[in-house]
């Protein structure tokens, strides 16, 4: 690898030009500070750490910030990561590429400048950014997603079976018009459960109604949203299928604002991620992920990558579990309805 020394040489710059470019100091012009960008990535260049710590791993998150009302996916996640890197002796910073990195200079270069050894990423259904950053060969692992990208490592869960046998769950209890409420980022999460949903129900020889599959954000105001769209319905489904934690709380609390018995009116078939299928009422029955335990995975083998540990690719798909619990059983003999007044018809 080059010094900087090297670099001002072979520019024809000052030492203190080159360094001042690749810190991204004021006082060097655009087409000065390309060109010395340029040069330090052709000769691989990378600066010393000095003394900032060389055991820091960066978490990094798209530039939309994950909003509170999103269910405790989140929070679980990073309650693992955390435990597996504190186990590894490491520490963790979050960081923003889209806000601190400046467009003249390579992810390699901007994680160098920060800091950071390796990067763990949460794409939230576009996985552009972890694609760049694997074309350049850094190390980087994709959180809860998945990619065609053969350069890209993650891990990540699957639920279109576990959603299957949700859905075949309903099936034999006797509901045949089953709603599916799913949010409206279609990641590979979401891809999952619609795929597990059509599935059962094209399986049970019954013709996919798109009116029973609706959309909207995953949190519990998207959850009330789907279930009045459902409910409003000339032919309302007996069971619907939430496929987010919070989605599925907004229509409990719906349900029983409305006065609906869940499950006596209504079945509810919801998802989780750690424990919120046992803090409601009625504790709901759900397609359950391990989200801590997905963490302490990505958090132990992003830091032996980031020590040069290994080499070698990494991709795991985690299965998901199905619980019963108290929100599912046979369907009413009149589905339930609500009408353009927004009242309860039985």
């Not at 619609?194 to 109604?209: C, F, P």
């Not at 609906?260 to 992920?289: E, H, M, N, W």
């Not at 083998?301 to 929100?327: K, Q």
Request: with cysteine; proline share 4%.
């Amino acid at each position: 690898m080059s010094s900087v020394r090297q670099i001002a040489q072979e520019l024809g710059i000052s030492v203190a030009t080159v360094s001042r470019a690749i810190n991204h100091h004021e006082g060097v012009s655009p087409t000065t500070r390309k060109r010395v960008l340029e040069a330090a990535e052709l000769a691989r260049y990378r600066p010393s750490t000095g003394l900032k710590p060389t055991n820091v791993i960066g978490l990094v998150y798209p530039d939309d910030p994950v909003k509170s009302d999103m269910g405790d996916f989140e929070a679980a996640l990073l309650s693992g990561i955390l435990r597996g890197v504190y186990e590894k002796k490491h520490d963790l910073t979050f960081i923003s590429a889209e806000r601190d990195k400046h467009r003249d200079e390579s992810y390699t270069q901007f994680f160098h400048r920060k800091g950071v050894r390796a990067i763990l990423l949460r794409s939230l259904g576009n996985t552009s950014l972890v694609e760049k950053i694997a074309a350049e060969h850094f190390p980087v692992l994709l959180l809860a997603d998945r990619t065609e990208d053969n350069r890209v490592n993650y891990i990540d869960s699957i639920s279109s079976d576990t959603s299957r046998k949700a859905v075949e769950y309903l099936l034999g209890l006797g509901h045949s018009r089953i709603g599916l409420a799913i949010h409206n980022t279609m990641d590979t999460d979401h891809q999952d459960r619609l795929a597990g949903y059509i599935e059962a129900m094209q399986n049970a020889g019954i013709v996919i109604d798109e009116s029973l599959i609706v959309k909207a954000e995953a949190n519990t105001a998207g959850g009330e949203i789907m279930l009045t769209r459902l409910l409003e319905l000339e032919a309302p489904p007996t069971a619907i299928y939430f496929t987010n934690p919070m989605s599925t709380i907004g229509a409990l609390h719906k349900c029983l604002r409305l006065g609906i018995k869940v499950p006596r009116d209504l079945s509810i078939v919801g998802f989780d991620d750690s424990v919120t299928r046992f803090q409601t009422y009625p504790r709901y029955t759900a397609v359950c992920q391990d989200a801590v335990s997905l963490g302490i995975e990505a958090a132990r083998w992003i830091t032996r990558a980031s020590e040069s540990i290994l080499a070698e690719e990494y991709r795991e798909v985690r299965p998901t579990d199905f619980e019963v619990l108290e929100s599912t059983t046979y369907p009413p003999e009149k589905p339930i309805r609500i009408n353009e007044n927004g009242e309860l018809e039985r």
